[in-house]
């Protein structure tokens, strides 16, 4: 059963908002929700972290809705350099702390 | 700010050849994984080390086998290569306490032909 499930694919323009929106039904409580973007031939890079409610950091906003099922990850003001391959992880909890990678969503950014 | 570190960044190796891929990580991070990604794919857990012990094993053939040293460094020794075993390895560390996040090496490029 997979542990996260993300849209394929997603298209945006330069100086949009992406919300990339990943359900994770059967999240255990002590798990926490991460993000990563990955680049052609690139290590995976930590975006952001959240448990519940709303996280913002310099790079995203992550919402978390209170019973946990689902997350989105917002990019605001997108450009053609956030064109990218995004992973919704989610794990921590239970001494669990390798990562889980399902498929992730390519975001395309077009001039 | 330092990063994870691994080398070679490309190797290429024959059908049956043995390769050892080494991954430096950030200073005081105790704990090292590894992950495999083949053309395409999404990235596949390997195995994990904490404290220089094993700490959690995933899809890691029998034929390749790691180790974390003295200095937190770490080697992942890949032996009967298989052409399935192109792939990027990457590393990455973290520190375990308080669930900090895993920061990812540049990969190494594996391409057995």
């Known amino acids: 059963l997979a542990k996260t499930t993300q849209p394929i694919s997603m298209d945006s323009y330069e100086g949009q908002e992406v919300n990339i929106t990943c359900s994770h039904n059967n999240i255990a409580t002590n798990d926490y929700i991460t993000w990563y973007q990955q680049f052609p031939s690139q290590g995976p890079r930590f975006i952001i972290q959240g448990y519940k409610t709303k996280v913002t950091n310099e790079v995203a906003s992550l919402f978390i809705p209170a019973d946990r099922k689902s997350s989105t990850l917002s990019l605001p003001r997108v450009s053609l350099s956030d064109t990218a391959v995004y992973y919704c992880?989610?794990?921590?909890?239970?001494?669990?702390?390798?990562?889980?990678f399902g498929a992730g969503t390519t975001v395309t950014v077009r001039a | 700010a330092a990063g994870v570190i691994q080398s070679p960044r490309h190797l290429i190796k024959e059908k049956r050849e043995t390769a050892t891929l080494k991954c430096y990580p950030i200073?005081?991070?105790?704990?090292v994984y590894w992950y495999q990604q083949g053309p395409g794919q999404d990235p596949q857990f390997l195995i994990s080390?904490?404290?220089?012990?094993?700490?959690d094993k995933g899809s890691i053939p029998d034929r390749f086998s790691a180790q974390q040293f003295s200095d937190y460094h770490s080697e992942l020794n890949m032996s009967s290569l298989e052409l399935g075993d192109s792939a990027l390895y990457f590393c990455a560390s973290s520190r375990r306490a308080n669930q900090e996040t895993q920061y990812f090496g540049p990969g190494t490029r594996l391409l057995v032909l």
């Open positions: 080390f904490y404290e220089k012990m094993q700490s």
């Open positions: 200073p005081r991070h105790d704990t």
């Open positions: 992880l989610v794990g921590g909890g239970r001494n669990d702390y390798k990562l889980s």
